[in-house]
């Protein structure tokens, strides 16, 4: 099923689109938890993590090295950044499309909650 996320790789619905090409949709995030933070979405719809297939190996390599390059262009490749896959209900996973948060811009804390 699609999601907002399908309208705003059409540009059917706005968003701060920083990058696109045949294969990814880049865009800041409406609800940012860190100075810089980006969606990196595969333009195909992908439900999670755990619906990628072997055939996705292209893009899912492609989200890394776009990701790298925002990075670099929006200066915190040196400083540092993460990059995030949120899987399902304990992944905290809200938008069914696939999706590699990269926040950066400040010290990120502990990866995870202990
Ligand atoms: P998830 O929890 O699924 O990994 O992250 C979904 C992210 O999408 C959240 O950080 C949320 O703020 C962001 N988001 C949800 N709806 C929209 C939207 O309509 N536009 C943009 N730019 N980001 C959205």
Do not use: C, W
């Not at 059917?12 to 609800?31: G, K, L, M, S």
């Not at 790298?68 to 540092?80: F, K, L, Y």
């Not at 696939?98 to 400040?106: D, I, P, S």
């Amino acid at each position: 099923m699609s999601t907002i996320f399908s309208k705003i790789i059409a540009r059917e619905v706005p968003a701060n689109i920083v990058y696109q090409d045949d294969r990814v949709t880049a865009f800041h995030d409406i609800n940012p938890a860190a100075p810089v933070h980006i969606l990196i979405v595969p333009n195909k719809e992908i439900p999670t993590m755990n619906d990628a297939t072997p055939e996705d190996e292209g893009v899912l390599g492609h989200m890394l090295l776009v990701a790298a390059q925002i990075a670099r262009e929006h200066n915190i490749a040196e400083s540092g950044y993460r990059l995030i896959i949120n899987t399902n209900a304990d992944g905290g996973q809200e938008v069914f499309h696939l999706h590699l948060h990269l926040l950066g811009g400040r010290p990120l804390g502990p990866m995870v909650q202990r």
